[in-house]
C-alpha cells in the first residue's frame, strides 16, 4: 500500500522560511517521479515543484529561486525548501508521485492522473 505523509506546513510571517517533508511508503519503481502542489482557497490545484529519480528538477516560475525540491532516495523522503515566503504561497501543500521519470508531466498533466497523493499540510503566510 502506498503512502505519502506530509509534515512541516506552520504559519510563518512574510519573508520567512518553512521546510516541509514528504515521507513515501510502498511505492519502489525504479521509474518514479516526485512533487508538490498546492490549492488556496477557491483556486485550482497547481504545481509547485517536480524531481525525477535522478534528480532533475522543474518549478513553476512564481518559486523560482525561492524554493528548492530535493530528495533522499535511501529514506524515501521528499523535501521542499521555501525561503522569501509571501502571502500568495497561503495554501495548503501536497505531496503526490507518478510512474515515470518526467518532473513537466507530474506538473502540467491534469491533477486527476497522479498516481498517488498524500493528505495535505498546511502553510499559512501572514504579511
Known amino acids: 500500500q502506498v503512502q505519502l505523509v506530509e509534515s512541516g506546513g506552520g504559519s510563518v510571517q512574510s519573508g520567512g522560511s518553512l521546510r516541509l517533508s514528504c515521507t513515501v511508503s510502498g511505492f519502489t519503481y525504479d521509474s518514479r517521479v516526485l512533487g508538490w502542489f498546492r490549492q488556496a482557497p477557491g483556486k485550482e490545484r497547481e504545481g509547485v515543484a517536480g524531481?525525477?529519480?535522478?534528480?532533475?528538477?522543474l518549478y513553476a516560475d512564481s518559486v523560482k529561486g525561492r524554493f528548492t525540491i530535493s530528495q533522499d532516495n535511501a529514506k524515501h523522503q521528499l523535501f521542499l525548501q521555501m525561503n522569501s515566503l509571501k502571502p500568495e504561497d497561503t495554501a495548503m501543500y501536497y505531496c503526490a508521485a507518478d510512474h515515470g521519470d518526467s518532473p513537466w508531466l507530474l506538473l502540467h498533466s491534469p491533477p486527476d492522473r497522479r498516481d498517488y497523493w498524500g493528505r495535505g499540510t498546511q502553510v499559512t503566510v501572514s504579511s
Open positions: 524531481i525525477a529519480r535522478d534528480g532533475s528538477t
